[in-house]
């Protein structure tokens, strides 16, 4: 699977919007972009997924690029529960057999009330 | 509640003991795995399993032993372990293992510490 650079981290206001970065300039044209967050003392969880265009759900947005080789995660309105490490991972299939996400360090996002 | 469950949550052993983690999955999926976080690193996939097979043994050392003696239930046998071993160990499921859009399921862990 093709690599992500994130920031390692990034401070936000409470109730105020997050963009969280990730670029990703080897994604291949099958790559799906993941993202998960991991919470103190918790195992991660599923945020959302996109391969081509953006995508919306109820805990997030997420907004992918033209040329897919970068995404932003999108937070409307962060709350202290969304302190976390989010993780922007590709998922690629090549046949066969199950073969898991691949995670990097993620950014550590820090909200400040 | 993702519906993954790992026992126990927390567990100290030394270097000689022999013990097992174990993790249960009640959303009937198909595949399970087990990942490794150490300290300030990340997570490491270490054994997948799909429909009961190990499809995946990312080089980790003979002192950790899985077994999936179904698709619901997961185990990590451990003995002889070493210091570093000390991690959480992290269970996983998704329906039906290599879909690129198909989500993974983590449970909570189990905080495991080596002396």
């Known amino acids: 699977d093709a690599k992500t650079t994130q920031p390692n981290s990034m401070e936000s206001n409470e109730e105020e919007p997050v963009h969280l970065p990730c670029n990703h300039s080897?994604?291949?044209?099958?790559?799906?972009i993941h993202w998960y967050r991991q919470l103190p003392s918790q195992g991660p969880e599923y945020v959302i997924h996109?391969?081509?265009s953006n995508v919306n759900n109820r805990m997030a947005s997420l907004a992918i690029a033209e040329d897919r080789k970068s995404s932003t995660l999108i937070l409307h309105r962060a709350t202290l529960r969304d302190a976390a490490v989010y993780y922007c991972?590709?998922?690629?299939?090549?046949?066969?057999?199950?073969?898991?996400?691949?995670f990097g360090k993620g950014t550590h996002l820090i909200i400040q009330p | 509640e993702t519906g993954v469950t790992q026992t126990p949550r927390h567990l100290v052993m030394g270097m000689t003991n022999k013990k097992s983690l174990k993790c249960e999955q009640h959303?009937?999926?198909?595949?399970m795995y087990w990942y490794k976080q150490s300290a300030k690193k990340p997570l490491e996939l270490m054994f997948v399993y799909n429909f009961k097979e190990q499809t995946e043994n990312n080089s980790v050392p003979s002192r950790f032993s899985p077994e999936c003696p179904n698709s619901s239930h997961l185990f990590l046998h451990l003995h002889t372990l070493q210091p570093e071993d000390s991690a959480l160990y992290l269970c996983?499921?998704?329906?039906?293992?290599?879909?690129?859009?198909?989500?993974?399921?983590f449970g909570s862990g189990t905080q495991l510490s080596v002396l």
């Open positions: 991972i590709l998922k690629g299939g090549s046949g066969g057999g199950a073969d898991g996400l691949t």
């Open positions: 996109g391969l081509t």
């Open positions: 959303l009937g999926h198909n595949a």
């Open positions: 996983a499921s998704s329906p039906k293992g290599r879909a690129t859009n198909e989500k993974l399921f």
């Open positions: 080897t994604i291949s044209g099958t790559d799906y």
